[in-house]
């Protein structure tokens, strides 16, 4: 605790960085101040609550005992913008909705992501007419998009997951 071992008989007093190696031992880890930041981001995103339709359902699959989104670090669902770093859309976005998921989306913390879930929300899916955004990334930029109508809960961990890998990779 502190104390340094008395040194061998006849050995000359270490200096420099051979006393902090044998002082420290193999106590210590060395990085950068960016990696521990994306690993802050990548193992604690907390998406905002954004289900439009029956992705939703799905959505809400994911956060259950079943797929335990917990174990990648994106279990608490935030219903404040300002506690969210991650937007799911999950489901159609029609024209009167696309100004409220613009005003969420601004009113998020840097730096945030955007998951555009299914096919409606990634280009409109089965709905081609004048009430529904033609894929959400006409409002809001999106880092990942989940295909599937309406995709299964391992498609959105997939989606989590390679979003984490953007993250970490965007540090190295």
Not at 24 to 42: C, E, M, P
Not at 46 to 63: N, Q, S, V
Not at 78 to 96: E, F
Not at 105 to 115: F, G, L, N, S, T
Request: overall charge positive; hydrophobic content about 45%; charged content about 15%.
């Amino acid at each position: 605790m502190g104390v340094e071992p008395p040194a061998p008989a006849g050995a000359a007093p270490a200096h420099g960085l051979d006393a902090l190696t044998a002082s420290l031992g193999h106590n210590f880890v060395t990085t950068n101040i960016n990696k521990v930041v994306a690993w802050g981001r990548y193992n604690s995103m907390w998406p905002a609550l954004f289900g439009l339709a029956c992705c939703a359902i799905e959505m809400m699959g994911t956060g259950g005992p079943k797929f335990d989104l917990a174990r990648f670090g994106a279990e608490v669902f935030r219903a404040s913008p300002r506690q969210a770093d991650l937007m799911i859309v999950a489901g159609r976005v029609s024209q009167k909705m696309a100004p409220v998921l613009r005003q969420i989306y601004d009113q998020m913390p840097e730096p945030k992501w955007v998951i555009a879930m299914g096919a409606c929300a990634s280009c409109g899916g089965v709905f081609n007419n004048y009430a529904i955004v033609q894929g959400v990334d006409k409002i809001v930029p999106v880092d990942v998009y989940v295909p599937g109508c309406p995709p299964r809960p391992e498609a959105l961990l997939d989606s989590v997951l390679k979003l984490q890998r953007k993250i970490r990779a965007s540090a190295a």
